[in-house]
T-cell receptor, first 115, second 113 residues
Framework: NAGVTQTPKFQVLKTGQSMTLQCAQD?????MYWYRQDPGMGLRLIYY???????DKGEVPNGYNVSRLNKREFSLRLESAAPSQTSVYFC??????????????FGPGTRLLVL | QKEVEQNSGPLSVPEGAIASLNCTYS??????FFWYRQYSGKSPELIMF????GDKEDGRFTAQLNKASQYVSLLIRDSQPSDSATYLC?????????????FGSGTKLNVKP
């Protein structure tokens, strides 16, 4: 049981390049999330997917697209990277516990540097 | 106004003392409250969650929730140097965004030997 996995762990891009961050979970969770974390800013939600086949914007979606490929996988795409997208990106998935409450678990993160 | 507010710290406590971390949130409709610990360069790790008013204890950790005051706290008893980390408060279920989690910017805790 690997939990939430992310690839790559680290990436350097030039301005204007594109890339896709991959995320997979093996916990059979319905909901998945992409966050970015910048110094002093906490975690900010980029996109989330409440279930397979659905995606919704979070607080900071501009410049990103997502795909919920199946229940396990949720990818984040940067079509034209900008220096402002230099950040640490975390994927998360959540489970509904007994009583209908929801708890979230994080992957190890991807450090992205855009030059 | 941010959904979740935390003092950024750093909060410094001596080893063996009680560390008290605080968090306020803006939406009275929020349903679930979480504390995550994040070591430098690592991902957030869930350490406590609380849904009802009052206290919830798990080992050296106690989470306290006061919905009337819109206030969540985390107490760490017998603090250890290994507790030195950033602690993130998270809130889920604002009434207008039920599926979303909102995070504070974190409080950095330093436990001095």
């Amino acid at each position: 049981n690997a939990g939430v996995t992310q690839t790559p762990k680290f990436q350097v891009l030039k301005t204007g390049q594109s890339m896709t961050l991959q995320c997979a979970q093996d916990m059979n969770h319905n909901s998945m999330y992409w966050y970015r974390q910048d110094p002093g800013m906490g975690l900010r939600l980029i996109y989330y997917s409440a279930s397979e086949g659905t995606t919704d914007k979070g607080e900071v979606p501009n410049g990103y697209n997502v795909s919920r490929l199946n229940k396990r996988e949720f990818s984040l795409r940067l079509e034209s990277a900008a220096p402002s997208q230099t950040s640490v990106y975390f994927c998360a998935s959540s489970e509904v516990t007994s009583g209908g409450k929801e708890t979230q678990y994080f992957g190890p993160g991807t450090r992205l540097l855009v030059l | 106004q941010k959904e979740v507010e935390q003092n950024s710290g750093p909060l410094s406590v001596p080893e063996g003392a009680i560390a008290s971390l605080n968090c306020t949130y803006s939406d009275r409709g929020s349903q679930s409250f979480f504390w995550y610990r994040q070591y430098s360069g690592k991902s957030p790790e869930l350490i406590m969650f609380i849904y009802s008013n009052g206290d919830k204890e798990d080992g050296r950790f106690t989470a306290q929730l006061n919905k009337a005051s819109q206030y969540v706290s985390l107490l760490i008893r017998d603090s250890q140097p290994s507790d030195s980390a950033t602690y993130l408060c998270a809130v889920k279920g604002p009434t207008y965004n039920f599926n979303k989690f909102y995070f504070g910017s974190g409080t950095k805790l330093n436990v001095k030997p």
